[in-house]
């Protein structure tokens, strides 16, 4: 290919964004990726297209939820309900590629486990909120 790698990164993700919308342009995809790859191995490129698939998953994720949030006195209800059809089948697309991020990073995974219901603070934070018991201890300055 006779672009360099950094127009090659934005080409991906480019096309991947298109190819989300429907464009039939797997072959492309396929080379971008094959560039990928021989610069930084295989798995490197398998790293980074999930990781576009998720950031496109997600942005598409937050638009559609400000969408409603912000205008959900001018939606009619099948306008949400279309939304909320559309949010939840991105989200499928979205805990798929953390799934398989997970398999590479050798994490037992399971896409289901990222739909639970419990409170979530932060990702240092263990799931289920803050642990009970003995206060932490602070660091003075």
Known sequence: MKYPLSEVFDRL????????YGKDNAELLAEYRKVIGQKFGV???????????????NCDIANLE?????NNETLS???IGQRAVAIRNINNMRC??????????GE????????SKQKFTSILQPLGGKRRGKATR????
């Open 13 to 20: 993700t480019i096309e991947m964004r298109k190819a989300h």
């Open 43 to 57: 798995r490197v490129a398998d790293i980074v297209w999930e990781t576009v698939i998720l950031a496109l998953a």
């Open 66 to 70: 400000y969408g409603i949030r912000t």
């Open 77 to 79: 209800s099948e306008e």
């Open 96 to 105: 798929v590629a953390k799934s398989i991020l997970g398999r590479y990073a």
């Open 108 to 115: 037992k995974t399971d896409p289901e486990r990222y739909d």
């Open 138 to 141: 602070t660091r003075k300055s």
